[in-house]
């Protein structure tokens, strides 16, 4: 039995952005749990899919024993600021120097992190931890998919494994996986790990990246393949595609005994990512043209047609507020259709106020000087006031306790909109049944979301469109300013479409 100190410090950003992340966002808490620290930490994460919830579940049904440090994860956004960061790091290091000798030390991070003053948040810390703890202590992390890894991270990581599904319904697995790892690790007596890491030479679009579509599909599966044949602990991160740093993108890494067997398994991987640059886009359409698109779709179908509004992804930095897709709708005069998630805690308070039934006259949304976006000015009818407690049931969030208030849902013409007061992603059902929405019982539902939806909508969906409304994420990394990246990558991949 082995001792295992744990921790988890997430945040994915897009330097981009409008707003950062102070620790008031790590503090209050989003689809995840706020922060915790300590004993505390352990239920508040329990039945989550969270990385840390998995590690520790499987860990302790091992019969190792956990020493909780800290749970801190903020909504992605542009950088955490000095002081979050700092402050977080400075727990990490206090309750392990509390928690005692342990035997091994496991980090949840997510792997695209920049903080104000650097620009490379895991690599830092695992310098800083590894510094502190020797050469020798096992230090083993998951991270997101989204990873944009770097050397520093690499090396200072006894091992690290990623997430092998967008949408993340693996999460909580890729936990219990690592768990499983460091278990035959300390029982071989903790040998020295060769690595080896090789980034990709352009990046890839955030919606292109979805494992439910090709060629990541076959990526993921090759992952699994590589690893059972060679036993190197293999991962494919598609990279965070808006960080204007030098080591975003995707890479493949690799961990394992035989230093020339990780050599050849990563070099494998890396090659099939590349020989596929091409594919690695697809079908994206203006919000009136998906519209036309969606009408023509829905004609005679029995499903809804999702509309993806993936410029404005709360999960990837976006505002969670524009409105042009919404307008898009409402112009075309769709009925029977719903719109989510909408970040406007003010308007939903206004709802609030006037309680269901009433008729309020709002600016909706477009507060963050979005270019190309405006508030939404009109009368809306408040149709329903729920309290916001509620727990998701999709393959991401399932077991998730949310609070998303104040939270309300207006009206304008045919079109139910879910207004919320916490910026989440719309990629579980529960946000609009909370509502009173019925997502399969619609005709059009439009989420703001990039791939994440996909996992509990297409299957409800007759078709899903992939749309390109004014935002702050821009489904082109080619569109986006860049100044720090390393030179030679490419912003879009070499031949790939992006577009309708
Ligand atoms: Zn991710």
Redesign the pocket.
């Known amino acids: 039995m082995a001792r295992i100190a744990v921790a988890s410090f997430r945040h994915?950003t897009n330097t981009f952005a409008p707003h950062p992340a102070a620790m008031a966002d790590f503090e209050t808490g989003y689809s995840w749990p706020g922060l915790v620290r300590g004993e505390g930490m352990p239920p508040a994460v329990k039945g989550f899919n969270l990385a840390v919830a998995g590690f520790i579940r499987r860990a302790e049904a091992m019969g190792h024993a956990i020493a909780p440090l800290v749970f801190a994860s903020a909504s992605p956004s542009a950088a955490v600021t000095e002081d979050a960061y700092e402050s977080i790091v400075a727990i990490i290091f206090e309750e392990l120097a509390a928690a005692g000798p342990v035997d091994a030390l496991y980090l949840a991070l997510?792997g695209a992190m920049v903080a104000e003053h650097l620009e490379d948040g895991e690599g830092e810390l695992l310098a800083r931890l590894r510094q502190k703890l020797g050469p020798k202590l096992p230090i083993v992390v998951t991270l997101?998919?989204?990873a944009n890894m770097s050397q520093a991270a690499v090396e200072h990581a006894t091992a690290i494994t990623g997430?092998r599904s967008?949408p993340?319904a693996d999460m909580a697995e890729t936990g219990a996986r690592m768990a499983q790892w460091l278990d035959r690790h300390l029982a071989a007596g903790a040998p020295r790990q060769a690595r080896a890491f090789r980034q990709t030479p352009f990046l890839i679009p955030l919606f292109a990246g979805c494992t439910m579509r090709a060629p990541a599909d076959a990526i993921v599966a090759a992952v699994a393949e590589i690893e059972a044949e060679t036993g190197v602990l293999l991962t494919f991160a598609g990279g965070?595609p808006a960080a204007d740093i030098a080591d975003c993108g995707p890479s493949v890494y690799g961990y394992g005994a035989d230093p020339a067997a990780v050599d050849a398994a990563v070099a494998r991987l890396a090659e099939m990512v590349e020989a596929r640059e091409r594919d690695w886009g697809g079908d994206v359409l203006g919000p009136e043209a998906a519209v036309a698109r969606a009408v023509r779709l829905a004609d005679g179908a029995c499903r809804p047609v999702v509309l993806a509004d993936i410029q404005d992804n709360p999960?990837a930095g976006g505002t969670g507020d524009t409105t042009g897709l919404i307008r898009a709708m409402a112009d075309a005069g769709l009925m029977r259709a719903a719109a989510g998630l909408v970040f406007d805690p003010h308007v939903a308070t206004v709802a609030i106020r006037a309680g269901e039934g009433a008729e309020i006259s709002v600016a909706l949304g477009g507060k963050h000087a979005v270019e190309g976006d405006r508030p939404l000015a009109g009368t809306f009818k408040v149709i329903a006031t729920p309290d916001g407690q509620m727990t998701g049931s999709g393959p991401l969030y399932k077991g998730a306790r949310m609070d998303l208030s104040p939270m309300a849902r207006i009206r304008l013409g045919g079109i139910d909109i879910v207004v919320v007061g916490k910026r989440v992603q719309a990629a579980d059902q529960e946000f609009f049944r909370h509502v009173g929405i019925e997502p399969a019982g619609m005709k059009f539902v439009a989420v703001k979301s990039s791939a994440h939806f996909r996992g509990h909508f297409q299957p409800i969906a007759e078709a899903v469109i992939d749309v390109a409304a004014p935002g702050p994420m821009a489904v082109d990394p080619a569109a986006l300013p860049f100044k720090k990246l390393r030179p030679g990558v490419r912003l879009t991949p070499r031949g790939a479409r992006i577009g309708g």
């Open positions: 994915e997510h997101d998919y989204h997430y967008y993340h965070f999960g």
